[in-house]
């Protein structure tokens, strides 16, 4: 992983092996808060279709 060395040419420390599970990690934690972020867009999309047919009245869009 050419970023680890990168990184270890920064800032060395005695071994790469920080780096290499800095940046497993980082792409992990990254990789949850996609999810989390496109599970909460989807779930508030399907409350308000849901909103919208059980209450046309109080969610109607005039344009």
Known sequence: ??????????????NMEFWYFFLKILF????ILRELDVGTRTGRFILQALLGIL?????K???
Do not use: C, D, F
Not at 1 to 14: D, Q
């Open 55 to 59: 209450l046309p009245q109080r969610y």
């Open 61 to 63: 869009i005039n344009s």
């Open 1 to 14: 992983m050419w970023i680890g060395k990168v990184l270890h040419e920064i800032s060395p420390t005695e």
């Open 28 to 31: 992990k934690a990254l990789s």
